[in-house]
Structure formats: C-alpha cells, structure tokens
T-cell receptor
C-alpha cells in the first residue's frame, strides 16, 4: 500500500506556457500532500503543503501565483507552473500522508520539467 | 528551524557493510526516516524509527538512534551494487508539525 503516482514523468515546454503536474494517491486517501522541488545533486526543497479542500500553504520565497496548487479531492493534487521560464526547469516531486498515524510521507516518482 | 546534515559521499566494496550517518539539531524530533533515491526517480521509503527507540532492524537494514548526540545512522549489511543510490535522512519535528526536514543526501557508491 501507500503508492503515489505522478503524471507526466517528463515534460518539455516552451517558455511562457503553463504546465500541469498531477499527483495521485492510488490506494489511500491523502488529506495532505506536499510538493517539493529538487535541483541536480541537491536535497529536496519544500514548496508547499496542500490540504484537501483548502488553500495550499506556501513556503517562504515560493510564488503562489506562479506555482498554483489545487487539492480538489482526497486522491489528487495538481501543481501548475504558470508562464514557465527556463529557471523553472527542475525535478518536481510530490508526497502524501496516509493519515495512518506515523506521519510518514510516501513519494511519487517525480516529474522532470524542462523549459526551453 | 531544524538542520539535518549528512556526509555527501560514501564508497564501499560489494559485500561489505555500509554505514550512512546523519545528525540533526531538534531534540524534540519525533520520527526519523531513511529514504533511497535512484537516478531520475522519486524517493523510496526504506525505514523509519520513532524517537523513543534506540534501534530498529529490518532485514539488511539497521537503524541506530542516539538521541543524546542527535545522531542517526543507517547500516546496510552485505551491500550490493543495487544499493548504489542517494540516501536521505529526514526528520519530523515535534509540536504536531507535518513538515519534515531532509538532509543533504549521501551518495553511496558500491564497487563490484
């Protein structure tokens, strides 16, 4: 159990376009999901905490108007990178809490975004 | 906030034991995790330990927690080439917060 999927796994887009990344919990309901960004050879940087049915909580320095997060159901959260620029190119990873008491985060496989 | 530190690189020979270390600063941390990340992939949860435990063993993995020194280690017995990856330690602070702090990651290289 505790499987998290992400779609797409890779995306290449032109500068100025928007890209949506989906994060799904496949075999459990996730009231809380997290979105991370990882630069090459670096650790994960938390971008925002997404709670089902409410607005996401963004970390300091993360532009909420640029990185739109929607957690419309207990199994789906989406991250939309709006007006993408080359500096937004990165590996984006989501995780989800199972709510089973250990506060353990289960991670998706990640999405590689390349903005040309 | 919490700081979590790891050494960046570890190289071991196949069949030897690997020990990956992690130090943290928040003494009220509750859960401590070890994740494995292979190239181009997400993070795979390997194991976790609750702060009232000193040790946890799961097949080839042994986690040791020294709360006094705020030191966590992951020992991999009989290390295999498939264990080559980046290992992240992550710490959940006390106070009911859900956000974990990740270490910098240790790249484990297994030499055949």
């Amino acid at each position: 159990g505790a499987v998290v999927s992400q779609h797409p796994s890779r995306v290449i887009c032109k500068s100025g376009t928007s890209v949506k990344i989906e994060c799904r919990s496949l075999d459990f309901q996730a009231t809380t999901m997290f979105w991370y960004r990882q630069f090459p050879k670096q650790s994960l940087m938390l971008m925002a905490t997404s709670n089902e049915g409410s607005k996401a909580t963004y970390e300091q320095g993360v532009e909420k108007d640029k990185f739109l997060i929607n957690h419309a159901s207990l199994t789906l959260s989406t991250l939309t990178v709006t007006s993408a620029h080359p500096e937004d190119s990165s590996f984006y990873i989501c995780s989800a809490l199972t709510g089973r008491g250990t506060d353990t985060q289960y991670f998706g496989p990640g999405t590689r975004l390349t903005v040309l | 906030g919490e700081d979590v530190e790891q050494s960046l690189f570890l190289s071991v020979r196949e069949g030897d034991s690997s020990v990956i270390n992690c130090t943290y600063t928040d003494s009220s941390s509750t859960y401590l995790y070890w994740y494995k990340q292979e190239p181009g992939a997400g993070l795979q949860l390997l194991t976790y330990i609750f702060s009232n435990m000193d040790m946890k063993q799961d097949q080839r993995l042994t986690v040791l927690l020294n709360k006094k020194d705020k030191h966590l280690s992951l020992r991999i017995a009989d290390t295999q080439t498939g264990d080559s990856a980046i290992y992240f330690c992550a710490v959940l602070p006390g106070g009911g917060y859900q956000k974990v702090t990740f270490g910098t990651g240790t790249k484990l290289q297994v030499i055949p």
